[in-house]
């Protein structure tokens, strides 16, 4: 019999042995949404969602936090907040959900993609400022998956240029730069609250900022245009609102937030020492400056080459077989992706030049490419929510399909 599980081997993580369900504070949550239920404010501006939008801002340091439906408006109206707009160039990274670009189209600027950091995934800040022109305006750095952009250089390169700053922190809930919580180092943070976050409301978003002014203009933008207080400024919007359930919702989850973070760093930290000592498998980057590293997915790198020419596909798909877990890749190259499709939407031509500036295929992404086709390895973070011995038998499932890869060559 074969020693791998994906050839009908034993798995080194017994079959029936189950990984952490997530959400968890279940109970908690019921109570508090009976609350809510009960108490007949259903809607926006309850005090559980101003309770939440506090400790939300404290847990992150930051001075001003917003919720809003999802993270996609979250973008959106940062954008708006910081009056960018038809024409304004907004520079992306090319690895990232779709909806980041998405937010920018919709208030008719152009995404400028460019590649990413091989080290992170996150921005690479050189090929930031080969892209900027002076329709310039903005940089949306994107923290993702289990790792951070080099903020001490985004926040410099911006200064430089006299450009805007957003952070894309759906991945990045409790992560902190310095002791500084993520959303509150550039001028605007977003936020995603969907369903699969470490802080969830099944759908919902939020946004940081330190800026009085700007969290005013976010409140209007948010409310119908409506003025966050008497004499407050208004700004021409729709509804982008969050309810009173979701934030009971969040609350719960609040209650154990800092733990769970933490948990998941002191696990992410154990695997990644245990990864690194593994022909081929290289950790995502942690910079000096990071004193707290939140997760929605674990990620590492693995190099094929050290591997015989297994290919990425194969690999992952082996180790899945071997803990019992959905193991990935990144997102599609946002110049290729699948969801990202911006010529399928006639308000987007807003005349030839316009539409032309908006293709994404007009982009080169290479280290985008060579993550999303073999290198990258993906895991959701619900597994760090386990006990550090459930941590140790995924190094051991890698270390295994390294001692046998020959058989798994042989299979591929």
């Given at each position: 019999m074969?020693h791998?599980?994906?050839?009908?081997g034993?798995?080194?993580?017994?079959?029936?042995?189950?990984?952490?369900?997530?959400?968890?504070?279940?109970?908690r949550?019921?109570?508090?949404?009976s609350?809510?239920?009960?108490?007949?404010?259903?809607?926006?501006?309850?005090?559980?969602?101003?309770?939440?939008a506090?400790?939300?801002a404290?847990?992150?340091?930051a001075?001003?936090?917003?919720p809003?439906?999802n993270?996609?408006?979250?973008?959106?109206?940062?954008?708006?907040?910081?009056?960018?707009?038809?024409?304004?160039?907004?520079?992306?990274?090319?690895?990232?959900?779709?909806a980041?670009?998405?937010?920018?189209?919709?208030?008719?600027?152009?995404?400028?993609?460019v590649?990413?950091?091989?080290?992170t995934y996150?921005l690479?800040?050189?090929?930031?400022?080969?892209?900027?022109?002076?329709?310039?305006?903005?940089?949306?750095?994107?923290?993702?998956?289990?790792?951070?952009?080099?903020?001490?250089?985004?926040?410099a390169?911006?200064?430089?240029y006299n450009l805007?700053?957003i952070?894309?922190?759906?991945h990045?809930?409790?992560?902190q730069?310095?002791?500084q919580?993520?959303?509150?180092l550039?001028?605007?943070g977003?936020?995603?609250?969907?369903?699969?976050?470490?802080?969830?409301?099944?759908?919902?978003?939020?946004?940081?900022?330190?800026?009085?002014?700007?969290?005013q203009?976010?409140?209007?933008l948010?409310?119908?245009?409506?003025?966050?207080?008497?004499g407050?400024p208004?700004?021409?919007?729709?509804n982008?609102?969050?309810?009173?359930?979701q934030?009971?919702?969040?609350?719960?989850?609040?209650?154990?937030?800092e733990?769970?973070?933490?948990?998941r760093?002191?696990?992410?930290?154990?695997?990644?020492?245990?990864?690194?000592?593994?022909?081929?498998i290289?950790?995502m980057?942690?910079?000096p400056?990071?004193?707290?590293q939140?997760?929605?997915?674990?990620?590492?790198?693995?190099?094929?080459?050290?591997?015989?020419?297994?290919?990425?596909?194969?690999?992952?798909?082996?180790l899945?077989?071997?803990?019992?877990?959905?193991v990935g890749?990144?997102?599609?190259?946002?110049?290729?992706?699948?969801l990202?499709?911006?010529?399928?939407?006639?308000?987007?031509?807003?005349?030839?030049?316009?539409?032309a500036?908006?293709?994404?295929?007009?982009?080169e992404?290479?280290?985008c490419?060579?993550?999303?086709e073999?290198?990258?390895?993906?895991?959701?973070?619900?597994?760090?929510?386990?006990e550090?011995a459930d941590?140790?038998?995924?190094?051991?499932?890698?270390?295994?399909?390294?001692?046998?890869?020959?058989?798994?060559?042989?299979?591929?």
């Open positions: 074969s791998l599980a994906i050839l009908g034993a798995p080194v993580r017994a079959p029936k042995k189950p990984w952490p369900a997530w959400p968890v504070e279940i109970e949550a019921v109570e508090l949404v609350e809510v239920v009960r108490g007949g404010h259903w809607a926006y501006d309850g005090p559980k969602e101003w309770q939440f506090h400790q939300f404290a847990f992150s340091r001075t001003y936090c917003l809003v439906a993270g996609t408006v979250a973008i959106q109206l940062a954008l708006e907040a910081l009056d960018i707009g038809a024409y304004d160039e907004v520079i992306v990274p090319g690895q990232t959900w779709q980041t670009t998405v937010a920018c189209l919709d208030v008719n600027a152009v995404p400028i993609l590649d990413i950091d091989p080290e996150c690479d800040v050189a090929q930031a400022e080969a892209a900027i022109t002076p329709r310039t305006r903005a940089i949306i750095v994107v923290h993702l998956y289990g790792a951070m952009a080099d903020m001490d250089a985004v926040l390169l911006a200064r430089t805007r700053v952070e894309d922190c759906a990045q809930h409790g992560s730069w310095n002791g919580g993520v959303g509150g550039g001028d605007v977003a936020f995603s609250l969907q369903a699969s976050k470490v802080l969830t409301a099944g759908e919902g978003g939020l946004t940081l900022t330190n800026d009085w002014e700007l969290f203009r976010l409140y209007s948010r409310n119908c245009g409506r003025p966050f207080k008497e407050s208004t700004v021409q919007s729709g982008y609102r969050m309810t009173e359930l934030a009971a919702l969040l609350l719960a989850q609040m209650e154990r937030m733990e769970r973070v933490n948990h760093d002191e696990n992410a930290q154990h695997l990644n020492r245990r990864l690194a000592e593994i022909p081929g290289r950790p980057k942690r910079y400056q990071v004193t707290r939140s997760y929605y997915c674990f990620s590492f790198r693995y190099d094929s080459a050290v591997w015989d020419g297994i290919p990425g596909t194969a690999f992952r798909k082996a899945g077989a071997e803990i019992g877990l959905n890749t990144t997102y599609e190259p946002l110049n290729r992706c699948s990202y499709k911006p010529h399928t939407k006639r308000r987007h031509h807003l005349n030839e030049g316009y539409w500036a908006i293709d994404p295929a007009r982009f992404l290479p280290v490419q060579r993550a999303y073999d290198e990258a390895v993906v895991i959701w973070h619900a597994f760090l929510l386990a550090r941590i140790d038998e995924i190094a051991q499932a890698v270390e295994k399909l390294y001692e046998h890869r020959a058989e798994l060559r042989e299979a591929t």
